[in-house]
T-cell receptor, first 111, second 115 residues
Framework: SQQGEEDPQALSIQEGENATMNCSYKTSINNLQWYRQNSGRGLVHLILIRSNEREKHSGRLRVTLDTSKKSSSLLITASRAADTASYFCATWGGGSYIPTFGRGTSLIVHP | GAVVSQHPSWVICKSGTSVKIECRSLDFQATTMFWYRQFPKQSLMLMATSNEGSKATYEQGVEKDKFLINHASLTLSTLTVTSAHPEDSSFYIC???????????FGPGTRLLVL
C-alpha cells in the first residue's frame, strides 16, 4: 500500500491568511485525495485530483499535483476559524483500491 | 447523499466485555467497507477491509479473532471488539465505498473506552 506524508505536521495561522500544506508519496498513483477531520469526528472528503491533472479548485481550496516530484499541495485561501481541523492526504493507485493515509497536518486558525 | 452512520458514537465498557460497533451506509450500497483505528493526534490505521458477503481481509498485525467484522448486507457492517482490554481504547472509524468508486465516505467514528 502507499502512504502520503503531510508536511508540516502542525500549522498555526491567523484568520484571513492562506494555509498551505504538502503531501509526498512514494510510488505511482491513479489519484490523490484530501480529507478534513474535525476533532473527534470522521473524515470529510474535500477534493480528488487525478494523476493526469495538475491543478484543481473547489471554493477556497486549491490542490496541485506534481507527479514528477510525487507531491501535492493543498492551499486554503482566506482561512476561517472554522477551517481548524486536521487535513490528510490519501493516495490511490499501483493496483490497490485501498487508499492509505498519512499522519495529517493539524491546522489551527486563530480568529 | 453518501452518508455513513456509526453507532454508538461513544461506548464505555469494562475490561473483558465485548463491544459491537455498527456502520451503515444510509443512501447507497456499500460493496466495500473499511474499518480504521485512530489514536490521538495520529493518522488512521487501516484494520480491515470487508466486501459484502465475503470474509474480511485484515491488515498485518490485526487479530481477526479479536476484531470480528461482519458485512452481511450492502448497507451494514459491524465490528465486534471481543474481550476488550484498556489497550483497545481508541477511536474507531468506518468508511464505505460503492463498487470501484474512488471516493470513500466516512462515518463519524466511535470512541471506545475500556476500563
Amino acid at each position: 500500500s502507499q502512504q502520503g506524508e503531510e508536511d508540516p505536521q502542525a500549522l498555526s495561522i491567523q484568520e484571513g491568511e492562506n494555509a498551505t500544506m504538502n503531501c509526498s508519496y512514494k510510488t505511482s498513483i491513479n489519484n490523490l485525495q484530501w480529507y478534513r477531520q474535525n476533532s473527534g469526528r470522521g473524515l470529510v472528503h474535500l477534493i480528488l485530483i487525478r494523476s493526469n491533472e495538475r491543478e484543481k479548485h473547489s471554493g477556497r481550496l486549491r490542490v496541485t499535483l506534481d507527479t514528477s516530484k510525487k507531491s501535492s499541495s493543498l492551499l486554503i485561501t482566506a482561512s476561517r476559524a472554522a477551517d481548524t481541523a486536521s487535513y490528510f492526504c490519501a493516495t490511490w493507485g499501483g493496483g490497490s483500491y485501498i487508499p492509505t493515509f498519512g499522519r495529517g497536518t493539524s491546522l489551527i486558525v486563530h480568529p | 447523499g453518501a452518508v455513513v452512520s456509526q453507532h454508538p458514537s461513544w461506548v464505555i465498557c469494562k475490561s473483558g466485555t465485548s463491544v459491537k460497533i455498527e456502520c451503515r451506509s444510509l443512501d447507497f450500497q456499500a460493496t466495500t467497507m473499511f474499518w480504521y483505528r485512530q489514536f490521538p493526534k495520529q493518522s488512521l490505521m487501516l484494520m480491515a477491509t470487508s466486501n459484502e458477503g465475503s470474509k474480511a481481509t485484515y491488515e498485518q498485525g490485526v487479530e481477526k479473532d479479536k476484531f470480528l467484522i461482519n458485512h452481511a448486507s450492502l448497507t451494514l457492517s459491524t465490528l465486534t471488539v471481543t474481550s476488550a482490554h484498556p489497550e483497545d481504547s481508541s477511536f474507531y472509524i468506518c468508511s464505505a465505498r460503492s463498487g470501484r468508486q474512488e471516493t470513500q465516505y466516512f462515518g463519524p467514528g466511535t470512541r471506545l473506552l475500556v476500563l
